[in-house]
């Protein structure tokens, strides 16, 4: 997880300057707060040095009950100032006031899946508010899937293009109760049964108690939240998602990625060069950490900007 010697690391970049050619430093890091459903969202602006949101930025998404402090996320945002590229990196609330760090299991969930896509909307309202520039929007994993879907349902002249890094895929129902077997040792089509009842009934938010919740066992789940993770949907298919996004995608996979092994099987019929283009970066698992983060700003920073 991304810890207080990271940023300490962000921090001392603006007092040093790299041998040969200067490369860009972050000058400013700072959280920043919008009001946003009842709660209050964070995120971390990092502009680098000379640079101003005017010029545009990544807006990048976390993955799967994760934060914006995760290792991977503060590496990204180290390594985009580095190369003169401003970034705004929130953490999805899930209904909980200024979240920080992994989501705690103990909590009982109340939050949708799309829930997401309103946050991401929300920062994009906050950042249209700041004067900045286009957006490329990013996602990581989870964050990948929910960042395909906003820009291809509700899109906007702010976008300027997609990078989705290691999306999330979607997986087929059968698939998706295997790995609720798997993971839970429980059949997931019976809890699934009670909690569209709990919702027909207009009962989404009683709570149910079930063996376990995406990474969280015995949790405490609401109905609406438990169908809209569970139940199936085609907004779950990232493949669909970015055949229908307006501007440019680049989705960048690892090799060695064994939480979502299939993205480049999946998404190398879509791959035409100018739209849709693919990237994988050899050896890399699923969290791109140290020098594999280098590697995916090299391929952000190297984007068309027009």
């Keep these: 997880m991304r810890n207080s010697s990271l940023k300490l690391c962000v921090l001392l970049a603006l007092m040093c300057y790299s041998s040969g050619s200067a490369s860009l430093q972050a000058q400013e890091v700072r959280e920043v707060e919008v009001a946003h459903a009842g709660v ?80 991401i909307g929300a920062w994009m309202n906050w950042l249209e508010g700041q004067g900045a520039g286009l957006v490329t929007l990013m996602g990581h994993s989870r964050g990948g899937n929910q960042t395909a879907r906003f820009a291809a349902e509700r899109g906007g002249s702010q976008i300027r293009n997609v990078v989705l890094l290691a999306p999330a895929m979607g997986r ?43 990474y969280c066992k015995n949790a405490k789940v609401s109905a609406a939240s438990f169908a809209s993770n569970y139940a199936s949907d085609d907004s779950r298919d990232t493949v669909k998602l970015v055949s229908e996004i307006k501007v440019a995608v680049l989705v960048i996979a690892g090799s060695a990625d064994e939480v979502v092994p299939d993205v480049t099987t999946r998404m190398e019929p879509l791959v035409d060069a100018v739209q849709v283009r693919l990237e994988v970066i050899e050896d890399a698992d699923h969290f791109f950490l140290d020098f594999y983060a280098e590697d995916v700003a090299d391929l952000i920073v190297g984007l068309p900007t027009e």
């Design 40 to 119: 209050t969202l964070i995120a971390d602006l990092v502009i680098p040095d000379h640079g101003s949101l005017t010029e545009g930025l990544v807006l990048l998404t976390h993955g799967t009950l994760a934060h914006k402090d995760m290792e991977l996320i503060g590496t990204l945002q180290t390594a985009l100032a580095e190369r003169g590229v401003a970034s705004l990196a929130p953490t999805l609330s899930h209904g909980i006031d200024r979240r920080r760090a992994m989501y705690d299991c103990t909590v009982p969930h109340r939050y949708l899946y799309s829930d997401a896509l309103d946050e």
């Design 172 to 214: 087929t129902p059968d698939v998706v109760e295997d790995n609720y077997w798997q993971r839970h040792g429980a059949k997931l089509a019976p809890l699934l049964e009670q909690a569209e009842k709990l919702i027909a009934a207009g009962k989404g938010t009683e709570m149910m108690t079930v063996p376990g919740f995406i």
